[in-house]
């Protein structure tokens, strides 16, 4: 008997990757074109401190996923990569904010 392969149908991962990273850029452009004014800071902690508590809690959920979807590893797998991309762009941003 053959199996079908069934994509991972699951799109609020990449939506999430993406929008983060969006908003997160669109918060740091602010900052470094206002000389590092730090009310630009004070309004992008909040969205910070949201994006990680919620990127973890998907990170959780995909990593379930992989343990108990065995068959479609490939596509969770590529969903945990494209969400763990944003980790070190958010770290660059840090690093320029830090030094500035």
């Known amino acids: 008997m053959k199996t079908i ?3 991972f149908e699951e799109k609020q991962s990449l939506e999430l990757a993406i929008g983060t990273f969006i908003i997160s ?3 740091f452009i602010p900052y470094i074109l206002s000389n590092g004014n730090a009310m630009v800071l004070v309004i992008a902690w909040p969205f910070a ?3 990680i ?3 973890t ?3 959780f959920h995909l990593m379930e996923k992989f343990i108990h ?3 479609q590893r490939k596509d ?3 969903k945990i990569l494209i969400l763990l991309s944003n980790i070190p762009i958010i770290f660059f ?7 500035s």
């Open 5 to 7: 392969h069934k994509p």
């Open 25 to 27: 850029t669109l918060l």
């Open 49 to 51: 401190l949201a994006g």
């Open 53 to 55: 508590i919620v990127n």
């Open 57 to 59: 809690i998907m990170f």
């Open 69 to 71: 979807l065995p068959q």
């Open 76 to 78: 969770i797998g590529m």
């Open 93 to 99: 941003y840090y690093l320029i904010v830090m030094k």
